[in-house]
């Protein structure tokens, strides 16, 4: 006998903090919810360069248990000029991205959320009202097919659902870089607590 396909209300693929945020605020609706991401270990994807103001602690409700570190003042170097603002408190925070991802999806896996780590999303076709969505365990290359009534992309900026074959597409507007520079430790010392950009 055949196994019976599992059905989602939605499926998030890509499980950063914009995934997991949204599994948070959905399964806080009741929804049935599964979220699936590439890697098996959140540690495999700890990236955080971004500053945040402090009002986001509060406005998401976040502990401060998924904070990296504080900073009061900002810095930003252009080839021609540099301008730093500096606060007597603190200002804003940086996330630590392992922490902040595990916080929002036990907050989602509290209220039923189903996660699925280390599955990669294969494909999708329409399937009458639903979506019939292929994913691949990456341990073992197994393929299995689920049902949503909602897909949500939360890849970032590969956007591996809307854009597959990644050709021009027209919700790209612009382009953006980011760079992580390592610094070595008297650097890094020197300014503890500023945000900086160059």
């Known amino acids: 006998m055949k196994n019976k ?36 270990d959140f540690n495999d ?14 406005e998401f409700n976040l502990p401060e248990s998924v904070i990296g570190s504080v900073w009061n003042e900002l810095k930003i170097y252009t080839s021609k000029t540099a301008n730093s603002w500096l606060s007597d408190k603190p200002l804003g925070v940086v996330f630590d991205f392992t922490k902040l991802k595990q916080f929002l999806l036990s907050e989602a896996k509290k209220k039923g959320c189903e996660i699925r780590l280390g599955y990669r999303f294969l494909e999708y076709e329409l399937n009458d009202n639903d979506l019939l969505i292929t994913i691949e365990n990456l341990h ?5 097919k689920i049902l949503s ?15 597959p074959k990644k ?15 390592k610094a070595p430790k008297d650097i890094q010392n020197y300014f503890p607590n500023a945000l900086q950009f160059f």
């Open 149 to 163: 009534t909602i897909l949500v992309d939360a890849t970032g900026p590969s956007r591996a659902i809307i854009n």
């Open 167 to 181: 050709e021009n597409c027209r919700l790209i507007n612009a382009v953006g870089l980011e760079y992580l520079i």
């Open 140 to 144: 073992n290359s197994e393929k299995s």
């Open 5 to 40: 396909i599992k059905k989602y209300d939605v499926v998030i693929i890509g499980a950063g903090p914009a995934g997991c945020q949204c599994a948070r605020m959905l399964a806080d609706k009741k929804l049935k919810i599964l979220i699936v991401d590439q890697f098996k």
């Open 45 to 58: 994807n700890d990236f955080s360069s971004a500053g945040s103001p402090l009002e986001i602690l509060n």
